[in-house]
């Protein structure tokens, strides 16, 4: 138990030389056509190094936000609306699927094309000079493609739904507790499944991604001289396979959909728990400030289940 706890203050006592010498030499990690430097990214990308690093900021961060209350709640609207920015914003995305779902709909069945493609010279999925054309791709590619509309709107608009509310709980005890009970169970359920969840989901989703991005694999128990070993035959080679011949071919970009999904959950996961804090500390009629709802003056789907208005 010492040897656990002499270790945990050694890494929190490297934070700031690990966090110097990172933003003092950034093209060590950032230089991303120096093998070693994208090795360098790799490793630290899902390491103990930048657990520790985050962990610290945090705790330096919250003590600040204790000691002014304002700070921590400009922490809580910041990361609230840029939530609600990005889902406002990819939620439009779903427009799109719909029009692109009809329009391989009748170009299939009514003008039986067969591809679609875009360019000056290309009206209507028919080319006039193949060398302007700027994308051609069979219509089994354009409708596997809906997958990435679905994928973004689910995994860019998860945080968003969040804050306006939007998700579905199955509450046998939050209902009929104290309002200050409701402030502990939330920040509990932040820190215990959020920021675990959103962690455990990140060093999976890390190195799944960079499997896809570049050659030799990597993989999560590879150390930093391994990685570095590994750099001299390192190269990008992304994966480029559908499941069809003529299908959607970059499901690479789900991974990256996957590792991005995390850190918004992560992020929220501290807003949830900043915001819970302060609502702890300064009472009933704290709740809700701040918030930004899509309706002003509509009760979310957690205030009319829970009767909390």
Known sequence: MLDRGSGFVHHIGLVFANLWQALSQPMAWLDWSNPEALARFIYYGASSELFFVILTLLLILTAVGLWRPGVMWGVVRGLEGFANALGRAVAWIGLVMVLQQIMIIFL????RVAVIEFGPFAPFGYPLWNKLTLVSH???WWSE??????AMIVTLCVTYTFVQGGHVRVDLIYANVSFRAKRVIDMLGSVLFMMTGSMMTWLFAWFFMWRSLITPKVAASDTLEALLRKSKLMK???ETIGFSPNGFDAYFLFKILLVTFAALVFLQAVAFF???LLELREGRESEGRYLDHDKPGE???DAIIHGTH
Request: positive net charge.
């Open 108 to 111: 299939q069945r009514i003008f």
């Open 138 to 140: 069979d219509l089994s």
């Open 145 to 150: 493609e809906l997958k990435l509309y679905n």
């Open 236 to 238: 990008w080679n992304v």
């Open 274 to 276: 900043y915001r819970s």
């Open 299 to 301: 009760q979310s789907t």
